[in-house]
């Protein structure tokens, strides 16, 4: 289906075709990336575009705007074929107007933004919040060997070096701060803009996020719990991951953090 985006997008002339498979190219990369059980907590795709107002047509035809139930099965479709396990009441929405909205994964072939809503599964009620952590540095460099973290202290950020330029060109601190060092080259495939952590009130402990650059294809973030055989990978911005005691936090190719509860 997607042969057309092997050459490209300006020498063939937009058409409802053409716009459709862009669409449905997106949507599959982003897909993608939930495979392996995340695709369950999806409840919501929103596509955004914005195009000139000669091509609106287009775009309009494109989405089924008239049938917006088939946009839809051809994105199940898609779902099902890379084992992306929807829910079965997940929503669609398109939206098609002047400007793109500022939050969401921006599309480079057109003027499209895909935001993906979640929803975090809810852990089994524990008898203890836990509300304060220790993360101990056991491969790779930080610029100390330990931290505490706890649940007054906002979002706390991991990357290389202590700023870095956001993609929105913001300017983002960093909290645990691995820098540039020739004695550990594993540094540097922490991302600048890695990941963060932050306290959750309903869940009594603290959440794991990849960040634009600790999501795939850049360098990855994963999670090792102590007894399990497998590695849970971070693959999506908007899907957090609970910590529990003991787990390990892999950043890149060699960093490794130890986390534990304190109280």
Do not use: C
């Not at 669609?92 to 994964?105: F, M, N, V, Y």
């Not at 993609?167 to 004695?183: A, C, L, Q």
């Not at 540094?187 to 990941?195: D, T």
């Not at 294809?217 to 971070?234: A, H, M, R, Y």
Request: without cysteine; negative net charge; charged residues 25%.
């Amino acid at each position: 289906m997607f042969n057309l985006f092997n050459r490209s997008s300006d020498q063939h002339p937009l058409d409802v075709k053409l716009v459709r498979e862009h669409i449905l190219q997106f949507i599959k990369e982003e897909l993608q990336k939930s495979e392996g059980g995340e695709g369950a907590h999806i409840h919501t795709l929103k596509l955004f575009a914005a195009p000139a107002a000669t091509e609106k047509h287009l775009y309009e035809a494109a989405v089924y705007i008239a049938e917006p139930d088939r946009l839809k099965k051809e994105i199940q479709r898609i779902a099902d074929n890379f084992a992306v396990n929807l829910p079965i009441n997940w929503v669609l929405e398109t939206h098609i107007q002047e400007q793109l909205p500022a939050d969401g994964i921006r599309y480079k072939e057109l003027p499209l933004v895909l935001a993906i809503e979640s929803e975090v599964v809810e852990a089994p009620q524990a008898p203890v919040v836990h509300n304060s952590a220790r993360i101990v540095v056991i491969a790779g460099r930080a610029e100390a060997h330990e931290y505490m973290i706890t649940s007054a202290d906002g979002r706390v950020n991991l990357g290389r070096e202590k700023t870095a330029t956001t993609s929105g060109g913001g300017m983002r601190t960093n909290h645990i701060v691995f820098p540039d060092d020739p004695e550990f080259p594993g540094n540097r495939f922490v991302s600048r803009i890695h990941g963060h952590l932050e306290w959750n009130q309903k869940r009594g402990g603290f959440m794991l996020f990849a960040d634009e650059g600790g999501v795939p294809p850049g360098n990855k973030t994963k999670v090792q719990s102590l007894g399990e055989d497998g590695q849970f990978k971070l693959n999506s911005a908007q899907v957090g991951h609970f910590l529990q005691e003991d787990d390990q936090i892999i950043l890149g190719e060699s960093v490794v953090l130890q986390f534990n509860y304190l109280t």
